[in-house]
């Protein structure tokens, strides 16, 4: 069994920072890529960024140059660096990841989400 565990979301004024994090555990072979997507309320799901296991980065253009997304692949740990966010940026952040469990077999697993707040 793998799971995906978030943590490092909150209430921020606007302008302000947060740094997310999402861990993969369980029986793991290993991690391919790992993202980061929101959801506000009444809104779809929707992308913020990705990083694959060799370091290449893929942001939404709404995050570009605000988010800065990172992993430890020793850890299997992603990160999320989240500055200058704005009251739009409100939404449950969720991690997600393509893991290779110890069977063979890749699936794509999601986190639990971590609510982001940001006031004006």
């Known amino acids: 069994q793998v799971q995906l565990v978030e943590s490092g979301g909150g209430l921020v004024q606007a302008g302000g920072s947060l740094r997310l994090s999402c861990a993969a555990s369980?029986?793991?072979?290993?991690?391919?890529?790992m993202g980061w997507y929101r959801q506000a309320p009444g809104k779809q799901r929707e992308l913020v960024a990705l990083?694959?296991?060799?370091?290449?980065?893929r942001y939404a253009d709404s995050m570009k140059g605000r988010f800065t997304i990172s992993r430890d692949n020793g850890a299997n740990t992603v990160y999320l660096q989240m500055n200058s966010l704005r009251p739009e940026d409100t939404a449950v952040y969720y991690c997600?990841?393509?893991?290779?469990?110890?069977?063979?077999?890749?699936?794509?697993?999601w986190g639990q989400g971590t609510q982001v707040t940001v006031s004006s």
């Open positions: 997600n990841a393509d893991v290779r469990s110890l069977t063979g077999w890749t699936r794509n697993y």
């Open positions: 369980g029986r793991i072979s290993s991690v391919n890529t």
């Open positions: 990083v694959t296991s060799g370091g290449a980065t």
